[in-house]
């Protein structure tokens, strides 16, 4: 599909959302990169009103400290990894490479079994890759929001998200290094996306695109491996970061709902259009561009035909079945003439925004019931 908006060249730098070329031509993270740097811009801003003003967030913030787990002590380290079995019954499960039909005529429709299997394996690495690196994102981004959202509420919360993701961090880490023998660089999609949201000056902007955006579509894709995988190392690693991530997305929401409601239309454009950026950021890097890379094939060759791939579509969808239940939350869909909405029925995920919204689904599992606070 086709579609060209005039403004999608100042927001995305191309005109239309599925320019393949201008996609590869982002360009990769070199192998040897050890450090990455980027402008915060933003305003350390201190508060001297230690009242409690927003009971929500500080119990958030006592469930917090009473989740803490330990990512040395609480994960079962000593258990071997077969990574060939567990990503061959993922693949068996999901059907991943069974319809070959597709790649007829491409560089890969001679594959057998065994590239199929390397491919998959390569695929876990580099998905796993893109979690952690997403999870340092997250890290520096809490850092981020503790020095600049003027709450005091919101501060200590975020300060306790800043240990939960040096956790995730670790435990992500380790696992790529001790059961799959190293990962991947960040991706370039992910890389630009995580930079445009510490570069912003506005503090709202950090957790619209981190709390939101990326974490919000992890929530969905951790959810989705923990539930296929049979691997039980990652998948009790998974369901402890879950946990944390359930109250990390609430924490965007809950904050963010009471900035937006005060907000006029232009403001909310803005807001709307980083959104819409995020989402269009994340998609691209379901490309893969670099596991293809790694098989030798030319990506410029595979990509149109893996991102038509119906089953592909689907999975890649369902990433979004947690964002766009916030953003309608947030009433980010349908302020300024519907924009959001529109563009989100253009990439194919509107379907979701009647699902749970993270608020919602945070107290169907109970994790709102109230608990002692001080001074209450
Ligand atoms: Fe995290
Ligand atoms: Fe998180």
Redesign the pocket.
């Known amino acids: 599909m086709t579609i060209v908006h005039n403004d999608n060249e100042s927001i995305l730098g191309r005109a239309e959302i599925n320019d393949i070329d201008a996609i590869l031509a982002i360009p990769t993270t070199d192998a040897d990169e050890i450090m990455h740097i980027v402008k915060n811009n933003a305003d350390s801003i201190f508060t001297w009103d230690y009242s409690l003003s927003r009971p929500a967030l500080r119990k958030l913030y006592e469930k917090a400290k009473t989740g803490q787990w330990n990512g040395t002590t609480d994960l079962p380290w000593h258990l071997d990894v077969d990574v060939e079995k567990t990503v061959k019954q993922d693949q068996e499960m999901l059907g991943v490479g069974i319809d070959q039909s597709i790649f007829d005529g491409t560089p890969v429709a001679k594959w057998g079994d065994k590239e199929w299997l390397e491919f998959g394996i390569e695929g876990r690495n580099w998905q796993l890759s893109q979690f952690l690196h997403g ?1 340092q994102g ?1 890290l520096i981004c809490t850092a981020k929001i503790v020095e600049t959202v003027p709450w005091y509420d919101a501060k200590l919360y975020a300060s306790t ?1 800043v240990m ?2 040096a956790r ?1 961090v670790e435990v992500f880490a380790r696992y790529l290094d001790e059961k799959l023998g190293g990962g991947y660089q960040v991706n370039a999609h992910l890389r630009m996306l995580l930079d445009d949201i510490i570069n912003d000056s506005r503090w709202d902007m950090t957790y619209l695109g981190m709390q939101i955006m990326v ?1 919000g579509l ?1 929530l969905a894709a951790f959810g989705f491996l923990h539930q296929t995988t049979q691997e039980p190392l990652l998948k009790q690693l998974l369901r402890y970061v879950m946990s ?2 359930a109250r ?1 997305v609430a924490f965007g929401v809950l904050s963010l709902k009471e900035v937006y409601d005060g907000m006029t239309d232009l403001e909310m454009k803005d807001r709307q259009e980083f959104a819409f950026e995020a989402a269009v950021r994340m998609r691209d890097r379901f490309m893969q561009q670099e596991v293809w890379e790694r098989m030798g094939v030319n990506v410029r060759d595979i990509v149109p035909i893996a991102l038509a791939d119906p089953t592909r579509v689907m999975f890649q969808s369902m990433l979004f079945s947690k964002i766009v239940p916030n953003c309608k939350k947030l009433g980010l869909l349908d302020r300024n003439d519907k924009w959001l909405r529109h563009r989100f029925e253009e990439m194919g995920v509107i379907q979701f925004e009647d699902w749970a919204d993270t608020g919602e689904e945070y107290a169907s599992f109970g994790l709102d019931e109230a608990m002692p606070v001080a001074g209450e």
């Open positions: 999870e997250a998200q939960d993701e995730h974490e992890a944390d991530e990390h």
